[in-house]
């Protein structure tokens, strides 16, 4: 388990290489400019920002082969995890899906910066985004369960991996859904948070 800033660090260095640190750095204090303008994360989190926000949206990586592609993160925000994991791993496709005006702009202009070229922003609703394959399906702090997987079900195929950080509330979540859904996913342990759980699964859920 990852607790501290210090061990945060070592294990995103571990997935990423010296240019991709030297540019995931440089956005905390981008984010933290950023975050005086707009609400984007809480002001507590900053001080353990690369447990709560960078390690927290690198562990995906682990969850799949190094080369799946391409990834689909629901409702970005300030980026966590879509923008985090295209600045770290800019040999994958990210598209990040955000429906808030001043987070769009935010998001656009990170990937402008570091000319995130496999970075693409959808500055619109999920419900408005044309449908494409998509190799793993993430979201942290999107919507339930339930809402999550009928919004999203038409970016998946039966490869398609779902990686949703849900917190504490993962297992509960997981329970409330029908019997098909609870046979596809199943709950990790969260390698930043002792009582977080990342929601797991592959393929198409039957959502009618
Ligand atoms: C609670 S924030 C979480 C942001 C980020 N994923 C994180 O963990 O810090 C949820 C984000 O989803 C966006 N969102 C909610 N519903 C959406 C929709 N239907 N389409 C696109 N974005 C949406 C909101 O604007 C907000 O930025």
Partial sequence: ??????????????L???AGMERLTAFIDLLARENEQQNLI???????????????SLQLLAHVPRETSPWLDLGSGAGM????????????????????????????????????TNCHVHGSRL??????????????AFAPLGKLLRLSARFSTQ????????????????????????????VEQSSTDPQAGIVKGHGRPPIQ
């Fill in 1 to 14: 388990m990852i607790s501290t800033e210090e061990e945060a660090r070592t294990y995103c260095a571990n």
């Fill in 16 to 18: 990423c290489d010296a």
């Fill in 42 to 56: 809480s002001n507590n989190s900053l001080e353990s920002v690369w447990q709560r926000h960078i390690a927290d």
């Fill in 81 to 116: 995890p879509g923008l985090i994991l295209a600045i770290a791993r800019p040999d994958l496709a990210f598209h990040l899906v955000e429906s808030r005006k001043r987070r769009v702009s935010w998001l656009e202009s990170v990937a402008r910066e570091y000319s995130l």
């Fill in 127 to 140: 419900e408005n985004v044309e449908s494409f394959e998509s190799a793993v399906i993430c979201a942290r």
């Fill in 159 to 186: 490869q398609t991996v779902w990686l949703l950080p849900k917190g504490r509330s993962a297992a509960q979540e997981l329970s409330e859904q029908p019997e098909s859904i609870r046979a596809m996913f199943h």
